[in-house]
């Protein structure tokens, strides 16, 4: 059933880029993972498999919701709580999340396991985008580690243009924003999905960061009018 699902959105896609039609149903594929998370979860019982960690719906509305709490505290305390936010997003979507910790000399935001290769994390909540400066610390960080080691740089006020151009391309770390959570979260897709996305798309064009709006096709609350 899933992949039936799988073909016919495909099919569905293609005739909406083929005929120039802008989607018609708000966050269409992001309902359709949602979708298809739950009944692959529900297969892999049936099957005698232990499935991954289902995914709790109310969960994630709380998680969307602890988001905006995090915004008003001060701000030494707001970076502690935007780690362990991030941490609680990761094991909704069954990543194995670790907590922060320490190695000599520097100090690592938590980490998780993604398609069986760990990410390392690193999460900032500053007033201003981030820069290149820290995107290459954070690069050099994941060049210390084993060779499969990657990267999740997570910055809630985004970075700027500049950074991303001189930070380049084919480079370790994926990155996502505060925009890329909210989006997430309000519109339900399933946090795995969002980063296998990334991953893939970060693969075949080189570039770090693609929001979730780019990635999904999102329509804005007014376009979708």
């Not at 039936?4 to 269409?28: C, I, K, Y």
């Not at 201003?128 to 910055?155: C, M, N, Y």
Request: proline share 5%.
């Amino acid at each position: 059933m899933i992949r039936t699902l799988r073909a016919l959105w495909e099919h569905r896609a293609e005739f909406l880029a083929r005929t120039g039609q802008t989607d018609p149903v708000p966050n269409a594929e992001g309902r359709l993972l949602s979708l298809i998370a739950r009944m692959g979860d529900a297969e892999l019982h049936g099957a005698g498999v232990a499935p991954r960690p289902a995914t709790d719906w109310r969960l994630l509305a709380a998680l969307r919701d602890d988001i905006g709490r995090v915004r008003t505290l001060p701000p030494q305390e707001r970076g502690y709580a935007f780690e362990a936010f991030l941490k609680r997003c990761f094991d909704a979507a069954g990543l194995k999340a670790r907590d922060p910790f320490r190695n000599v000399g520097e100090q690592i935001d938590g980490s998780f396991l993604l398609g069986h290769e760990t990410y390392l994390l690193e999460a900032k909540w500053h007033a201003i985008p981030t820069g290149v400066a820290d995107l290459h610390a954070f690069h050099g960080k994941l060049e210390q580690k084993a060779a499969w080691a990657r990267g999740l740089f997570v910055s809630y006020h985004g970075f700027t243009a500049e950074g991303l151009t001189a930070f380049g391309s084919g480079k370790r770390p994926i990155c996502a924003d505060g925009r890329d959570l909210h989006d997430a979260l309000d519109r339900q897709i399933p946090l795995r999905d969002v980063l296998e996305r990334k991953v893939r798309r970060a693969a075949e064009t080189g570039r770090p960061h693609i929001s979730v709006h780019e990635l999904f096709g999102l329509q804005s609350a007014e376009s979708a009018r």
